[in-house]
């Protein structure tokens, strides 16, 4: 629980420094990594088997990532690329201490309840140091994210406590659909060619990952029955 709570934590730190210094489907999209590294902490964690599909998915989504990182000392951003890339590192293994608490029954609610605890009080700290008063339209949008994310936390805890992460992953990629239409729209952010060109590459060998499951699955409940 501890190092769920701990790098969930980390995770969010990353996202939101991302967020706040790239474009938001880019931030959005480092963050999807999570999944894939789900998969790799999987193997040392809970000890399940990963295949080789779900390997090369792995380095796909891993090159998928350069086009976005743009890892050049030239590019401006490379800096927040890496802690948005560090927090869906993160991210990934906060997902699947999540996966091993839901083998043991430990219920989603008390899940999200010591995460949440965890992290406003690693946090509570800094904010008490760098406090800044906020207006009454700015305290609503702070209130509405943390509803948002709320929901999100619940729903995506359940999702990866009665199912496999491979199999829950391709679904966690609308978020950038909507990351980039918000952008757009609220920001003005249009992604650069490269990183379109990645979130191509990452969402393909998702998808991909997601009909392999399936099949795989499909052909094991087959065998059972005959």
Do not use: H
């Not at 040392?44 to 088997?49: P, Q, R």
């Not at 743009?70 to 997902?95: D, Q």
């Not at 201490?97 to 605890?117: A, D, E, N, T, W």
């Amino acid at each position: 629980m501890l190092m769920r709570a701990l790098c969930g934590t980390v995770g969010i730190l990353c996202n939101f420094y991302a967020i706040d210094k790239l474009a938001l489907a880019d931030a959005s999209m480092l963050n999807k990594l999570s999944p894939f590294f789900a998969v790799i902490f999987s193997i040392f964690i809970l000890k399940e088997k990963a295949s080789p599909k779900q390997i090369i998915a792995v380095v796909i989504a891993f090159i998928g990532s350069l086009f976005i990182i743009r890892p050049t000392f030239s590019n401006m951003e490379l800096i927040p690329s890496l802690v948005g890339f560090l927090g869906g590192v993160a991210a990934g293994a906060a997902y699947t201490f999540v996966r091993y608490m839901g083998q043991r029954k430990v219920k989603g609610p008390v899940i999200v309840f010591c995460f949440s605890l965890f992290s406003c009080l690693v946090t509570l700290p800094i904010m008490i140091a760098g406090f800044q008063p906020m207006s009454a339209l700015q305290l609503g949008i702070l209130l509405l994210a943390g509803l948002f994310a709320a929901g999100g936390q619940f729903t995506i805890t359940g999702a990866y406590s009665f199912a496999p992460a491979k199999e829950v992953s391709v679904y966690d990629y609308s978020q950038v659909i909507f990351a980039a239409i918000a952008g757009f729209f609220l920001f003005g952010q249009i992604p650069v060619p490269m990183s379109i060109i990645g979130y191509v590459v990452i969402i393909s060998v998702a998808v991909w990952t997601f009909i392999q499951n399936n099949k795989t699955t499909n052909e094991t409940e087959k065998r059972k029955a005959d």
